[in-house]
């Protein structure tokens, strides 16, 4: 069961209407490393998980996720302003104008659709944690790409929470794959010759080797 409560996760505000801004924060709406995605990431990887924590955490970060998402979708809106003005979109907003009526759909910033494609499960909590780990790094590197590119300030607070609360969620699934230990995937780790090779294949240098046969760990930031 979900909640929805009607005071967003955190106030966002513009500065003033930016129809090309808004078109740019539709990547983080609908675009392959936005929040749709990671909301229907972890909720989707949550349904097979037995431990009941791990099971929590998936799905407490899930619903964050689908706050960020309506922080993202609420700035979009006050980015558009109230005007059909086809005229002052870009190729990206084009839609926004002449399809949706202004309201934020789920597309990226060139107007492509969302799509489950983007969403990856596999089964196994070693492979789909690190998964959510890259899928929260690029979402940060996205979100700073963004507040590098769009010059108001109420929008860059927006970006600021919204990425700081990624790396958070980054750390969280740092956590959690820190606890699997032996299981799934991450049994037998490196048990065979096989495993231990490194084919140096580029000269000059050696610059990495195999000789510990551990699965990766993560420290916790300080």
Not at 55 to 61: E, S
Not at 128 to 143: F, G, H, M, P, T
Not at 147 to 160: G, S
Not at 186 to 197: A, E, I, M
Request: aromatic share 8%.
């Amino acid at each position: 069961m979900f909640k929805h409560e009607k005071a967003l996760l955190h106030e966002v505000g513009v500065e003033r209407p930016n129809p090309n801004y808004a078109a740019m924060l539709q990547e983080q709406l609908g675009g392959p490393h936005g929040e749709l995605k990671a909301a229907m990431q972890y909720l989707s990887q949550s349904f097979r998980i037995k431990d009941p924590a791990l099971k929590d955490l998936f799905l407490d970060i899930a619903a964050e996720e689908l706050s960020h998402m309506e922080m993202v979708a609420a700035t979009i809106n006050l980015l558009n302003g109230h005007e059909l003005n086809a005229s002052n979109a870009t190729v990206g907003t084009i839609e926004a104008h002449v399809l949706s009526g202004l309201n934020p759909v789920l597309t990226n910033a060139s107007g492509e659709l969302w799509t489950a494609a983007y969403v990856d499960v596999t089964g196994d909590l070693a492979a789909d944690i690190l998964s959510n780990i890259a899928a929260e790094q690029r979402a940060k590197v996205v979100y700073e790409y963004l507040y590098r590119q769009i010059n108001d300030k109420k929008v860059r607070e927006t970006i600021d929470f919204l990425l700081n609360r990624e790396e958070a969620h980054n750390t969280l699934f740092r956590e959690a794959f820190n606890k699997l230990q032996e299981t799934g995937s991450l049994k037998d780790w490196g048990v065979t010759q096989d495993s231990k090779l490194y084919f140096d294949l580029s000269t000059p240098g050696k610059y990495f080797s195999l000789n510990a046969a551990n699965p990766p760990k993560f420290e916790s930031p300080q």
